[in-house]
């Protein structure tokens, strides 16, 4: 009987020396792999907590390789990029790798949480209760995020909550948007409920984060099935409570600095910034593979930047030219400079960029920045080939701050609301732009766009978005049409200060004097990225029409 390929990741279970590879204190010390099996593993407390620890890192590894970026920032038209013209193009094969790779790496996160549930309930007898719910409130949490971006990305998908009631039902169907959602909220529902207010270890999750989660699900929710332009109050008042018990009583506060989020001193594994509310926790260590940070090998402009280790192949990937227009019209968004790299640039914390002796050119395209904290000289020996001492943000406090004061905001075309002010002017100020005496959604909806960029939010906006505006003025389709994604140059006007300023050209023919494509529209048909054919072929019952999920069958 032929099974489609997410039967293997169901069925897929990581060794128990993976399990221990990222463990808190001693995350580099891993027990020998021939004396562990399920059935002995959960006995202590410190054993179950150590068996959730892959779940920060290794089974995101595929997603975040490359996959990441591609969708929530390329596809979205936040970056321009030799390797990702299909997905700002709109015209992404079903068998295209890194997006097979990132649907892989969802379902291994789906089998692993689900594993861990499955353990911990049968071999955790004497575990602390208060552990083993935390475990069970971290899988869920990480099953319920997955989730999220799968129904944001391929739109209906299965939910599979249970590894072997699966493994021979060859008759499963694609589950609904609205299903997937209520789904999600019920797992960072538990999260919330079982959660300490304080990491039991750094970088581990907390009450707040899956508060921090719930609001950004309500928020989403709100518009499905709520009518165009309109979105359902309830879900909107949820927002707002669970955003502002995060503000209020979390304790975490958004740092000084943008650019301090993103160095690697601030947002490692081991010492978590004030403003996280998640982040996926990689290791200065490449075996075993997938616990390590790839993202700046495919990033870095050059091998120069991030000491010569035989990566930095990110010379075609920068800032879209839509974006590089917002930056010209408000130079003195402060945000710029650590998101992308702009000719001439310096960074002190590069000792490739801070030494004025070294001439460096970029005037074809506007470099990333953001995630991109050079090599080990760069960071107290930290970092290897293709490993960079970085922790990956998944929620951070400034998004709470927006999804409050939009959650205010609610069906009103503005608000004038002192709170609501207060939260996005805070994220302005710290970015060196005016206070605002009204918000409309769009203020609000662009804030998050710049605050949020080349970190894999935007795209996930924009299918928020289209739940109740996909066709309208200022919807997701009308938003992404609008969007230049052409080629541009830019270059410094030497002598210019505080701000920089530079002369950019938006080329509308080629050298041979050929139209240049500049906008590339999506539509309904093609807006969703298209299902992987190998499991529909593997499995014909996926491409049914999708069902209601049956919540009936779940205890809790």
Same mark, same amino acid.
């Given at each position: /009987?032929?099974?489609?390929?997410?039967?293997?990741?169901?069925?897929?279970?990581?060794?128990?020396? &993976?399990?221990?590879?990222?463990?808190?204190?001693?995350?580099?010390?891993?027990?020998?792999?021939?004396?562990?099996?399920?059935?002995?593993?959960?006995?202590?407390?410190?054993?179950?907590? /150590?068996?959730?620890?892959? #779940?920060?890192?290794?089974?995101?590894?595929?997603?975040?390789?490359?996959?990441?970026?591609?969708?929530?920032?390329?596809?979205?038209?936040?970056?321009?990029?030799?390797?990702?013209?299909?997905?700002?193009?709109?015209?992404?094969? !079903?068998?295209?790798?890194?997006?097979?790779?990132?649907?892989?790496?969802?379902?291994?996160?789906?089998?692993?949480?689900?594993?861990?549930?499955?353990?911990?309930?049968?071999?955790?007898?004497?575990?602390?209760?208060?552990?083993?719910?935390?475990?069970?409130?971290?899988?869920?949490?990480?099953?319920?995020?997955?989730?999220?971006?799968?129904?944001?990305?391929?739109?209906?998908?299965?939910?599979?909550?249970?590894?072997? *009631?699966?493994?021979?039902?060859?008759?499963?169907?694609? $589950?609904?948007?609205?299903?997937?959602?209520?789904?999600? &909220?019920?797992?960072?529902?538990?999260?919330?409920?079982?959660?300490?207010?304080?990491? &039991?270890? =750094?970088?581990?999750?907390?009450?707040?984060?899956?508060?921090?989660?719930?609001?950004?699900?309500?928020?989403?929710?709100?518009?499905?099935?709520?009518?165009?332009?309109?979105?359902?109050?309830?879900?909107?008042?949820? !927002?707002?409570?669970?955003?502002? @018990?995060?503000? /209020?009583?979390?304790?975490?506060? #958004?740092?000084? $600095?943008?650019?301090?989020?993103?160095?690697?001193?601030?947002?490692?594994?081991?010492?978590? $910034? $004030?403003?996280?509310?998640? =982040?996926?926790?990689?290791?200065?260590?490449?075996?075993?593979?997938?616990?390590?940070?790839?993202?700046? *090998?495919?990033?870095?402009?050059?091998?120069?930047?991030?000491?010569?280790?035989?990566?930095?192949?990110?010379?075609?990937?920068? =800032?879209?030219?839509?974006?590089?227009?917002?930056?010209?019209?408000?130079?003195?968004?402060?945000?710029?400079?650590?998101?992308?790299?702009?000719?001439?640039?310096?960074?002190?914390?590069?000792?490739?960029?801070?030494?004025?002796?070294?001439?460096?050119?970029? @005037?074809?395209?506007?470099?990333?920045?953001?995630?991109?904290?050079?090599?080990?000289?760069?960071?107290?020996?930290?970092?290897?080939?293709?490993? *960079?001492?970085?922790?990956?943000? /998944?929620?951070?406090?400034?998004?709470?701050?927006?999804?409050?004061?939009? !959650?205010?905001?609610?069906?009103?075309?503005?608000?004038?609301?002192?709170?609501?002010?207060?939260?996005?002017?805070?994220?302005?100020?710290?970015?060196?732009?005016?206070?605002?005496?009204?918000?409309?959604?769009?203020?609000?909806?662009?804030?998050?766009?710049?605050? #949020? =960029?080349?970190?894999?939010?935007?795209?996930?906006?924009?299918?928020?978005?289209?739940?109740?505006?996909?066709?309208?003025?200022?919807?997701?389709?009308?938003?992404?049409?609008?969007?230049?994604?052409?080629?541009?140059?830019?270059?410094?006007?030497?002598?210019? @200060?505080?701000?920089?300023?530079?002369?950019?050209?938006?080329?509308?023919?080629?050298?041979?004097? *050929?139209?240049?494509?500049?906008?590339?529209?999506?539509?309904?048909?093609?807006?969703?990225?298209?299902?992987?054919?190998?499991?529909?072929?593997?499995?014909?019952?996926?491409?049914?029409?999708?069902?209601?999920?049956?919540?009936?069958?779940?205890?809790?």
């Amino acid at each position: /009987m032929k099974q489609a390929r997410i039967w293997k990741y169901i069925a897929f279970a990581l060794p128990l020396s &993976i399990l221990a590879a990222a463990c808190s204190d001693s995350f580099l010390e891993r027990p020998p792999i021939d004396t562990l099996t399920d059935g002995i593993y959960y006995q202590t407390d410190d054993e179950v907590i /150590m068996a959730t620890a892959p #779940l920060y890192n290794i089974v995101w590894f595929d997603f975040n390789d490359k996959t990441s970026f591609g969708i929530g920032d390329a596809r979205a038209g936040n970056m321009l990029s030799n390797d990702y013209d299909d997905y700002y193009k709109f015209a992404v094969s !079903a068998t295209d790798g890194p997006l097979l790779s990132a649907y892989a790496s969802f379902y291994k996160i789906i089998a692993q949480s689900n594993m861990v549930i499955e353990n911990v309930n049968r071999y955790a007898t004497n575990v602390t209760p208060a552990v083993k719910n935390h475990a069970i409130a971290e899988a869920r949490f990480m099953r319920g995020l997955a989730y999220t971006y799968l129904t944001s990305i391929w739109k209906e998908v299965p939910i599979i909550y249970d590894n072997l *009631a699966i493994l021979n039902d060859t008759t499963i169907r694609r $589950n609904s948007v609205a299903s997937i959602w209520e789904f999600a &909220i019920r797992d960072f529902r538990y999260a919330a409920k079982n959660l300490p207010t304080t990491p &039991i270890l =750094a970088g581990r999750l907390t009450k707040y984060s899956a508060e921090g989660m719930l609001a950004r699900a309500f928020l989403t929710r709100a518009g499905i099935g709520a009518g165009v332009g309109s979105r359902n109050q309830t879900d909107l008042d949820s !927002a707002k409570y669970y955003a502002k @018990d995060v503000i /209020m009583n979390s304790g975490l506060t #958004l740092m000084d $600095n943008y650019s301090d989020l993103f160095l690697s001193a601030n947002n490692n594994a081991q010492s978590i $910034n $004030n403003e996280t509310l998640f =982040a996926l926790l990689w290791l200065p260590i490449r075996e075993p593979w997938g616990v390590n940070n790839s993202f700046q *090998a495919y990033m870095a402009f050059s091998p120069e930047l991030i000491g010569n280790q035989g990566d930095g192949w990110g010379r075609a990937h920068g =800032a879209s030219a839509d974006l590089v227009k917002y930056y010209m019209a408000n130079p003195d968004d402060s945000r710029r400079k650590p998101t992308f790299m702009f000719n001439g640039d310096r960074y002190s914390e590069l000792k490739y960029f801070a030494d004025p002796s070294v001439t460096y050119t970029i @005037d074809d395209v506007a470099n990333i920045k953001k995630y991109i904290i050079g090599g080990p000289d760069d960071n107290g020996g930290n970092g290897q080939f293709m490993t *960079a001492y970085i922790n990956t943000y /998944m929620m951070r406090l400034a998004e709470v701050y927006l999804i409050y004061a939009e !959650a205010v905001l609610g069906n009103s075309s503005s608000t004038s609301d002192a709170e609501a002010l207060k939260y996005v002017n805070e994220i302005r100020k710290r970015a060196g732009l005016s206070d605002l005496t009204l918000v409309t959604f769009m203020d609000i909806f662009n804030e998050k766009r710049i605050e #949020l =960029a080349m970190e894999g939010r935007y795209w996930h906006e924009l299918v928020r978005l289209s739940y109740f505006n996909m066709n309208g003025a200022d919807g997701t389709l009308d938003i992404i049409s609008k969007q230049d994604k052409g080629p541009y140059t830019i270059n410094y006007i030497a002598g210019t @200060d505080n701000p920089r300023q530079y002369e950019v050209t938006y080329p509308t023919t080629d050298g041979d004097g *050929a139209a240049i494509t500049r906008f590339f529209p999506a539509t309904e048909e093609n807006f969703y990225f298209p299902y992987p054919d190998a499991e529909l072929v593997k499995a014909p019952s996926l491409r049914k029409s999708p069902v209601d999920f049956d919540f009936s069958v779940l205890s809790n």
